[in-house]
């Protein structure tokens, strides 16, 4: 008997634990996963035969109606009933009967509700049925009306009433009226939908059963309006649960789908053990499994242990004379003629005391270097993150500082700009002075856009592109001595996913088409809507009639700091935050000649965004 601080006896422990547990989360999983699995489908199924079931009893009363409607249409019943024609109409009564599965009784009314042909039940000839619904209704409003389930008087038995006009040009001047016994339709059911130990049945919109497998709850349209299943279905609901019933006081898998159609409801019903039998099978088969594989894993590891922990404490002794790097000693201890897997690890044994000196210099080296790179990377993160720090310094002083001497130095231009005393030349300083300033606080504004269009956590919300537009139209330059035409038609409503910054696209565009062109210009703005990828956007097309764009300008004219072959300063970063901006959006921008293969007759900007979802 193996001592209980033997290795080998650990070792069979420590594997046939492994081998158990590994074996036992295993099949555990395996049987929760399965028993889910296996409970969907049988909700499924349920839920199935439930939808089955409800498609079945549509199609079994059109069928009814739709024979009963062809009956009445034709033109031989139309002048049997106002020749008073019995014997035909007798003839049809017992004709369709016998044709039909569904039908169990038809009979004929007069325009008076008079009943004058009925098959199989005579009884019927004489009465007045006016007051019924499937024939005062029908002879009242010419169209066809189905009953409400009743018991039967001649069948004692559920039965619903199809009553179907029987039309002379737009005048009703009788009906045909056909019954269908639910005794029948629980037949077909039984045959076609019902398996061992479940009930399928139908309810009308009052909770009643109207079908049942059980003919004792059907004979007297028993009231299941309290069962929760019947309760959800009456009210059209669709779904499968497990609850209680009273009826027969045990757990049932209750699923029911709505007859639409008719305003009844299926369900099917069935006992918990029952419809959960083939989880408990599966589980027991699970468990048989488990145990055998239980058995077979605790000989693995006593096998496992014998073989492999022996020549693990030969080795487990020679270790103990393990000297700093003398291999012809160890080889005094070690297995090294074996051809397997522990003759190699003896073997490795012989060339570790050797290697590890050198393996320890080579690991306290790559230790170094990985220092002096951890140091390097931490020096470089600081060094861009003291840069970032710096260029947000440098925007913030544009942005203020630098920003409010251009306002004073805007201030006192202006005012020197109206004294009268000012000769032609000293205007014409002062004014290329307050141009240059003005520029100063354009580049300003536009590394600021650039900062937060690229930078900032932009709120996207609705905005209008028109209300842009017609400001940007409002706030464009107007050279004096130069006429600027600018012809938009505005339309609310052309709403995207953005924020103000949306406004810098349009308003760089048609500033552009000023100052890049000279002499007297037109712009011409519209606006139409297209797909890409099936999905909505707007196009919104600004072009000019300026000196247009050289092609070999083209690929580039987007780029940071790229300009055209103008004169006129501000390109360079106009085109570029107008590109950023509209991609920020989810749109683009793109460039073509007004006048195609003539880039000397104007140029054309479209930028396409897409439509906001939400209105």
């Avoid at 049945?201 to 109207?210: A, E």
């Avoid at 639409?260 to 053990?273: F, H, K, L, N, R």
């Avoid at 004096?480 to 953005?498: A, E, F």
């Amino acid at each position: 008997m193996l001592p209980l601080s033997s290795i080998k006896f650990h070792a069979i422990i420590l594997i046939a634990i492994l081998v158990i547990a590994s074996a036992a989360v295993i099949g555990g999983a395996s049987v929760l996963y399965n028993r889910e699995v296996i409970k969907h489908e049988i909700w499924d199924n349920n839920l199935a035969v439930a939808k089955s079931t409800s498609a079945l009893t549509v199609n079994y009363m059109d069928l009814a109606r739709t024979y009963l409607t062809s009956l009445a249409d034709r033109p031989l019943v139309i002048k049997a009933i106002q020749e008073k024609d019995i014997a035909f109409l007798d003839f049809n009564a017992q004709y369709a009967v016998n044709q039909s599965e569904q039908l169990t009784s038809v009979f004929f009314t007069d325009q008076s509700g008079t009943v004058i042909s009925s098959y199989p039940y005579t009884q019927r000839i004489g009465e007045s049925y006016i007051d019924r619904p499937y024939v005062g209704e029908v002879l009242n409003t010419s169209e066809p009306v189905i009953s409400s389930v009743q018991i039967s008087p001649y069948t004692g038995q559920p039965t619903v009433y199809f009553g179907i006009p029987i039309m002379d040009n737009t005048t009703a001047i009788g009906t045909l009226i056909g019954s269908v016994n639910l005794a029948n339709f629980r037949d077909l059911l039984a045959e076609t939908q019902v398996k061992e130990n479940h009930f399928v049945y139908l309810v009308n919109k009052s909770g009643r059963v109207m079908v049942h497998s059980n003919s004792s709850y059907m004979d007297k349209m028993a009231d299941f309006s309290s069962i929760p299943a019947v309760a959800s279905v009456i009210r059209g609901e669709e779904g499968i649960v497990e609850q209680y019933f009273p009826f027969e006081n045990d757990q049932r898998l209750v699923a029911y789908t709505p007859v639409t159609q008719y305003g009844w409801g299926v369900v099917v019903a069935t006992p918990v053990d029952v419809a959960y039998k083939p989880i408990n099978d599966s589980m027991w088969l699970f468990i048989t499994f488990i145990a055998g594989l239980l058995i077979l894993s605790l000989l693995i590891a006593m096998i496992v242990g014998k073989y492999i922990t022996d020549p693990i404490l030969k080795i487990n002794s020679a270790t103990s004379y393990i000297p700093d790097g003398d291999p012809e000693r160890l080889k005094a201890f070690l297995p090294v003629g074996r051809k397997d897997g522990i003759g190699s690890l003896a073997r490795s044994f012989i060339t570790m005391a050797s290697t590890i000196k050198s393996d320890r210099e080579r690991v306290i080296a790559a230790m170094n270097q990985a220092e002096e790179a951890r140091a390097h990377a931490e020096s470089e993160r600081e060094r861009a993150e003291e840069e970032k720090n710096r260029a947000e310094l440098y925007v913030d002083i544009m942005g203020h500082d630098i920003n409010n001497l251009n306002q004073a130095a805007l201030a006192n231009l202006e005012l020197l700009e109206m004294d009268e005393s000012l000769t032609d030349e000293q205007r014409a300083t002062i004014e290329d002075a307050l141009v240059a300033v003005k520029g100063s606080a354009s580049v300003i504004d536009s590394v600021r856009t650039i900062q937060r269009a690229t930078e900032e956590k932009i709120t996207l919300e609705n905005v209008d592109i028109n209300d842009y537009v017609v400001q940007c139209i409002t706030e464009a330059p107007r050279p004096k001595g130069r006429k600027v035409t600018i012809n938009y038609q505005p339309r609310k409503g052309l709403l995207v996913k953005g924020s103000s910054l949306l406004k810098a696209v349009f308003c760089n565009l048609i500033s552009n088409a000023v100052k890049h062109s000279t002499g007297d210009v037109t712009i011409d703005i519209y606006v139409r809507s297209t797909e890409k990828l099936s999905k909505p956007f707007w196009e919104i097309a600004i072009e000019d009639d300026g000196p247009g764009i050289p092609d070999a300008v083209k690929p580039r004219l987007f780029a940071r700091f790229q300009r055209g072959t103008t004169k006129a300063k501000g390109r360079g970063l106009g085109l570029f935050i107008v590109r950023t901006l509209a991609e920020r959006f989810g749109g683009s921008v793109t460039m073509e000649d007004r006048v195609p293969g003539d880039h000397t007759k104007g140029s054309r900007f479209i930028v396409t965004l897409p439509v906001s979802a939400d209105k």
